[in-house]
């Protein structure tokens, strides 16, 4: 089982907001990085550190973290934001860990 | 930019020992960072499963540690994955990535296309 928990699926309609959320004790400590993954396709990284997006990545996506709580949120959700997307972080023995990944779908 | 790409066998029997190797262009391994491999199996999430650094050191998931060995070859700017022992749960698509780590947060990035690895008789 991971250490990191996500919700298996969200919906969000087209051009609207939503939050993709990543709980686990060790983002008390640490922050979380996020990937896209279409089908068939390998993940992208969309947010690492405290709120890094890479070069290449639409301003619509950020990141928060507040608790045992990281998020990954959409400002105006396109069609092509519908993908897998999985968090990752490390728990306190220093292993990488990611969590079990959200099926985000666009409406 | 930096690429990397995956390479090996797509078919490995139970009980053999898997081998993948991961070229990297665009950068020298031995100029610095970690690589990791990461799988997925089929439907499934991704899971870690260990890094390596430029100068050789590594570390490990500990649910597989005790069947992986990663090593790099800085001469030929790539790094390879051997997973012994394997079984039909060891079948995935297999990724190298580079391994980025801070005193707060770590990532991956930029990943391979993948290779998918199916053990079977």
């Known amino acids: 089982s991971s250490e990191l928990t996500q919700d298996p699926a969200v919906s969000v309609a087209l051009g609207q907001t939503v939050r993709i959320t990543c709980q686990g004790d060790s983002l008390r400590s640490y922050y979380a990085s996020w990937y896209q993954q279409k089908p068939g396709q390998a993940p992208v990284l969309v947010i690492y550190g405290k709120n890094n997006r890479p070069s290449g990545i639409p301003d619509r996506f950020s990141g928060s973290s507040s608790g045992n709580t990281a998020s990954l949120t959409i400002t105006g959700a396109q069609a092509e934001d519908e993908a897998d997307y999985y968090c990752n972080s490390r728990d306190s023995s220093g292993k990488v860990v990611f969590g079990g990944g959200t099926k985000l779908t666009v409406l | 930019q930096v690429q990397l790409q995956e390479s090996g066998p797509g078919l490995v029997k139970p009980s053999e020992t898997l081998s993948l190797t991961c070229a990297v262009s665009?950068?020298?391994?031995?100029?610095?960072?970690?690589w990791g491999w990461i799988r997925q199996p089929p439907g499934k999430g991704l899971e870690w499963i260990g890094s390596?650094?430029?100068?050789?050191?590594?570390y490990y998931n500990p649910s597989l540690k005790s069947r992986v060995t990663i090593s790099v070859d800085t001469s030929k700017n790539q790094f390879s994955l051997k997973l012994s022992s394997v079984t039909a749960a060891d079948t995935a698509v297999y990724y190298c990535a580079r391994h980025l780590t801070t005193v707060t947060t770590e990532w991956f990035d930029p990943w391979g296309q993948g290779t998918l690895v199916t053990v079977s008789s």
């Open positions: 390596i650094y430029h100068s050789g050191s590594t």
């Open positions: 665009g950068y020298s391994i031995s100029s610095g960072y970690y």
